[in-house]
């Protein structure tokens, strides 16, 4: 491709996999898989969010494989995976589940992350056979279950129908986003990221955003207008813990807080504040350690040993 697809630098530059592999989706779509860290460690799952890629996941895949077999594959159309046809969260489900069966042995368990349109592919799949053998816990971080556009901010508009329609318009243009440029910086900022996120930062995701055919942006963009997954939350029945930025303007914490509420085993809502969208980028460390607690607690050892023990809301740094 003649766009850079993402940083090749610092710490948001994408490590290289262990092995690759392509996966098979129920209708035949072909998803790019990558695998990270040793063969015998813990496995996370990672599914990233609309317009992203595994590029995304690089302050994960490179500090959690060195004890852990991290997963990351890119969702249909974006990334390394072919666009197709089949645009739905049922395909999301039946992605996940390819992903799940491609990667982990009959049985085994691993801790499922989804940011974003990835937070909604676990949603998707949380009553899906697969899923429930595989998922010993999950994190979802920055996302909702459906109201996306109602309640989306990245308009500066008081709430109601006009902002409703222009957000609508806005997040499904068919527009090419164009050079990443200090202008096209400035954008992406405002509407996915907090007011305090590091210049590094923001390159790392306008590489990653810009990348994204905008067929596919729109493609997406319209099946997440509809969404509805509110009993997909109920049934994710995996202990699962919720993380969000307060200054979020795509997922407002109006949609963790549901989900915290709806969740048929939460394991506490973590609000950061002055922190948007790209949780994963923004505060790796936080999203890494989360990462780490859930594995100590259901995949390698007991919750008491990582102290995973009930629904109470956290605001880190305050």
Same mark, same amino acid.
């Given at each position: =491709?003649?766009?850079?697809?993402?940083?090749?630098?610092?710490?948001?530059?994408?490590?290289?996999?262990?092995?690759?592999?392509?996966?098979?989706?129920?209708?035949?779509?072909?998803?790019?898989?990558?695998?990270?860290?040793?063969?015998?460690?813990?496995?996370?799952?990672?599914?990233?969010?609309?317009?992203?890629?595994?590029?995304?996941?690089?302050?994960?895949?490179?500090?959690?494989?060195?004890?852990?077999?991290?997963?990351?594959?890119?969702?249909?159309?974006?990334?390394?995976?072919?666009?197709?046809?089949?645009?739905?969260?049922?395909?999301?489900?039946?992605?996940?589940?390819?992903?799940?069966?491609?990667?982990?042995?009959?049985?085994?368990?691993?801790?499922?992350?989804?940011?974003?349109?990835?937070?909604?592919?676990?949603?998707?799949?949380?009553?899906?056979?697969?899923?429930?053998?595989?998922?010993?816990?999950?994190?979802?971080?920055?996302?909702?279950?459906?109201?996306?556009?109602?309640?989306?901010?990245?308009?500066?508009?008081?709430?109601?129908?006009?902002?409703?329609?222009?957000?609508?318009?806005?997040?499904?243009?068919?527009?090419?986003?164009?050079?990443?440029?200090?202008?096209?910086?400035?954008?992406?900022?405002?509407?996915?990221?907090?007011?305090?996120?590091?210049?590094? =930062?923001?390159?790392?995701?306008?590489?990653?955003?810009?990348?994204?055919?905008?067929?596919?942006?729109?493609?997406?963009?319209?099946?997440?207008?509809?969404?509805?997954?509110?009993?997909?939350?109920?049934?994710?029945?995996?202990?699962?813990?919720?993380?969000?930025?307060?200054?979020?303007?795509?997922?407002?914490?109006?949609?963790?807080?549901?989900?915290?509420?709806?969740?048929?085993?939460?394991?506490?809502?973590?609000?950061?504040?002055? =922190?948007?969208?790209?949780?994963?980028?923004?505060?790796?460390?936080?999203?890494?350690?989360?990462?780490?607690?859930?594995?100590?607690?259901?995949?390698?050892?007991?919750?008491?040993?990582?102290?995973?023990?009930?629904?109470?809301?956290?605001?880190?740094?305050?």
């Amino acid at each position: =491709m003649s766009r850079l697809t993402h940083v090749t630098s610092g710490p948001y530059a994408p490590p290289a996999p262990a092995r690759e592999l392509t996966v098979v989706s129920a209708d035949g779509a072909r998803l790019h898989v990558e695998v990270h860290g040793p063969e015998d460690a813990p496995p996370v799952v990672l599914a990233h969010g609309w317009t992203c890629s595994t590029a995304f996941w690089a302050a994960q895949t490179r500090e959690l494989a060195v004890d852990h077999r991290v997963v990351a594959y890119d969702q249909r159309g974006h990334g390394r995976s072919p666009a197709s046809p089949a645009c739905s969260t049922r395909a999301l489900a039946d992605d996940l589940e390819a992903v799940l069966a491609g990667t982990l042995a009959r049985g085994e368990r691993a801790v499922i992350v989804g940011h974003s349109m990835g937070g909604m592919t676990v949603m998707a799949a949380s009553a899906r056979p697969r899923f429930r053998e595989h998922a010993a816990a999950v994190l979802l971080c920055s996302t909702g279950s459906s109201r996306l556009v109602e309640e989306a901010r990245v308009l500066p508009l008081r709430a109601g129908g006009l902002r409703t329609r222009l957000t609508a318009g806005v997040l499904a243009s068919r527009a090419p986003l164009g050079p990443v440029t200090p202008l096209a910086r400035r954008i992406l900022k405002y509407a996915t990221m907090g007011p305090g996120s590091a210049p590094h =930062m923001v390159e790392a995701c306008a590489r990653i955003v810009h990348a994204c055919p905008s067929a596919v942006r729109h493609t997406w963009a319209r099946v997440l207008a509809e969404l509805d997954l509110d009993d997909g939350v109920r049934e994710l029945s995996a202990p699962t813990a919720v993380v969000t930025g307060t200054a979020d303007r795509l997922t407002p914490p109006v949609h963790a807080r549901a989900l915290a509420a709806a969740l048929p085993h939460p394991l506490g809502l973590t609000e950061l504040p002055g =922190m948007g969208h790209m949780t994963p980028v923004e505060a790796p460390e936080l999203v890494n350690g989360k990462i780490r607690e859930l594995v100590t607690a259901y995949v390698t050892g007991t919750p008491e040993e990582a102290g995973a023990d009930g629904p109470a809301r956290i605001k880190e740094g305050s």
